[in-house]
């Protein structure tokens, strides 16, 4: 077995064929928040290397290609800004306020439900990015000295668990209008959430999508400060 996971492109061919096929499933099946091809294709490569004995700084190295491309999918986030540009200006106060609140309540429910659990201080700094899409969460999970395969499990659970909640408890709270609903999504389910509400329409998809990024701009700023209030 070792034979084979030690050949170079192993790791690479296992994450695009797993996750090819768990993004035909997620479409063929109606985009279930449950079936997020990346939460999918995380828990089918981390069962993969478990079976096989892969050691993960291997399979790291094997993928180190898509590592890469990180730097470009977090410059491209930039994108829904420019085009949401205009409308989220129209609705600067608003857009601000909840950015803010949104903010407060993440980090203080976050801190709050670690400390209640009794988590350790490398349990806390890791869940702090939970609510930040995963290319920035990765930066500030690394900057916070936190672990960064924890980081991303607590973000890829907050954000399914955003995707599958989110929609259904805004249509119980009766919030209708596509731009909050989307904002909504996007601030607290980052790319998974945002990819969900792009089903209902492409106005709640730019608006989760620029939440996201303005979220990941405010994080990576507040984190930073947070983490060393509450860890010393």
Same mark, same amino acid.
């Given at each position: ?34 079936? #997020? ?9 981390? %069962? ?18 898509? %590592?890469? *491309? *990180? ?5 491209? *986030?930039?994108?829904?800004?420019? &085009? ?62 936190? #672990? ?30 596509? &731009? ?13 959430? %945002? #990819? ?5 329409? %492409? ?5 989760? #999508? ?23």
């Amino acid at each position: 077995m070792s034979a084979l996971y030690e050949l170079p492109v192993f790791g690479l061919t296992l994450t695009l064929v797993v996750y090819l096929l768990s993004y035909g499933l997620y479409h063929r099946l109606g985009r279930p928040g449950l079936l #997020s091809p990346v939460l999918v294709s995380v828990v089918v490569i981390a %069962t993969v290397l478990q079976l096989t004995g892969m050691p993960y700084a291997l399979y790291l190295e094997q993928v180190a290609l898509l %590592t890469l *491309l *990180l730097g470009p999918a977090t410059v491209a *986030l930039a994108l829904p800004l420019l &085009r949401n540009g205009r409308a989220l200006l129209a609705s600067a106060p608003a857009v601000l306020g909840t950015l803010l609140v949104a903010g407060i309540v993440s980090i203080s429910v976050t801190v709050a439900a670690m400390v209640a659990l009794g988590a350790d201080e490398a349990t806390l700094r890791a869940a702090l990015p939970r609510s930040v899409t995963s290319p920035v969460g990765l930066t500030i999970a690394e900057s916070l000295g936190a #672990s960064v395969p924890l980081a991303v499990v607590l973000t890829l659970v907050s954000g399914t668990l955003g995707a599958v909640v989110g929609p259904a408890l805004l249509s119980l709270m009766r919030v209708r209008d596509e &731009r909050a609903r989307g904002f909504a999504i996007g601030l607290t389910s980052h790319g998974i959430g %945002t #990819s969900r509400v792009l089903g209902e329409s %492409t106005v709640s998809g730019g608006w989760s #999508s620029a939440a996201m990024v303005l979220n990941a701009l405010a994080m990576t700023v507040t984190l930073p400060v947070v983490a060393h209030l509450v860890t010393g």
